[in-house]
């Protein structure tokens, strides 16, 4: 390889070496909700926290126990809703509710109105009839924090707030697999939308986690027009923007439970993500080759000439921005290793979301790309 060719692989491998210091850098900075106590819920403010459900994985019961404790404590109403009561997440959900007697909690069971999109169809059914201010949205597989509610819901003292959204991290299970399908999320998605959202603005959603004004939700047009979109959360967020209103972020983190569920659903997962950031965001999507496309470039430079040098500097420098913030990217001294195979990871997921249209998703709880 010619000398001017590896000084372009060199720079592009700086860029990118650059943009995960900033990635991470912003992560961290995005992820703390700061020092003191939360502000108090707007005085009137009706809140129903909506949650959707479908099965019940390991995890399902702790994950549902930490909305229901976070909402009693903050006086919140929670609605649950299944499609029909053949899902083991019926007879889950009524057995958690059984513990939390004196909340104002039910579950709601039907399969909502026609769409692809069977979980905003969940939503759709389970928001008739509600007499709320603020919606807060969190999927199955998300375990919040006992002041979380106080946290969502602070944006919401500016009155041209519409929408709030926030962080989250994927937990992992025991398995390589599930090692590996978190650290996808959390080393590189995750940074990426803090970082979009530091030098853009906050113009999407993260399904995690969102706390909608019902009023801004009824402008938009409500639920029933995500019914046929993969990218719920993100329209959602476009809508009541186009609606008038401002979507702000809450850096309350939030967990993600994976279960072990193996190497081709996790993939499977990442790659209806990657097809759907590719139709909602396509330049952010394109955007994305400048980082990702360090890992073919890395090979290029170790066939070109370099060696292991390439490499060794790349991950070994990686994982010097990534280990002070371990405790939010739930990164253990292990994982370290399987770095090279996280970047390899992302990148077939990438190449694979070039084809193929966007999915929406079940009710389960998958994460919706921004």
Known sequence: MSPLALAALGVWLAIGLVYRWLAMRSFSLLCRPGEGPADSVPPGGALVALRPLRG???????CLESLLRASAGAGVQVVLGVESETDPAAEAARRVLGRFSG????????????????????LVQM??????????LTDADVRVA?????????????????????????????SVASRVDALVTNTHFVPSACVAARLEGVHFGLGASIAVRADALAQAGGFETLLDLASDDYWLARRVEEAGFRVAWAPQLVDHVLEDEGWRRALRRHLRWSRAVRSSRPLGYFGQLAVLGTFPALLLAAAGGLGWLAPVVWWGTHALFAWPHRTLLGLRSGDLAL????????????????????????????????
């Open 56 to 62: 019940a994985p390991p995890g399902f019961e702790s």
């Open 103 to 122: 909340l104002r909690a039910e579950l709601r069971v039907g399969p909502g109105p026609g769409g692809s999109n069977r979980k905003v169809a969940n």
């Open 127 to 136: 928001a008739r009839g509600l007499d709320a201010d603020l919606l807060l």
């Open 146 to 174: 006992a002041d979380y509610v106080a946290h969502v819901t602070r944006p919401f003292k500016d009155g041209d707030v519409g929408l709030v959204t926030g962080p989250y991290r994927s937990v992992a299970g025991k």
């Open 339 to 370: 770095l090279p195979l996280v970047d390899a990871v992302a990148v077939l997921c990438w190449a694979g979301g070039l084809r193929g249209a966007p999915e929406p998703p079940g009710q389960a709880g998958e994460r919706r790309a921004a």
